[in-house]
């Protein structure tokens, strides 16, 4: 069978790989949390702004109510 190119049907199927990981997961986990802590810092004046006009226009909002009553 192996001379003419064909194969060998009797053995057993081939499984697949595993993809898992080495080492300690709290090492992984540390290191996603780092990078998206870093990421997030990047982003925090936009977000800092964002919260400050949605602070503002809920203010305004209720002291368009306070003079409507």
């Known amino acids: 069978m192996l001379l003419a190119g064909q194969d060998w049907s009797y053995d057993p199927e081939k499984k697949e790989m595993r993809s898992k990981m080495k080492g300690h997961k709290c090492d992984r986990i ?6 998206n802590t870093a ?3 990047q982003k925090m004046p936009e977000m ?3 919260y400050k006009k949605r602070r503002w226009e809920k203010k305004m909002k209720d002291e ?6």
């Open 30 to 35: 540390a290191a996603e949390r780092r990078e």
């Open 39 to 41: 990421n997030l810092m």
């Open 48 to 50: 800092l702004l964002a």
């Open 64 to 69: 368009e109510k306070a003079k409507d009553k």
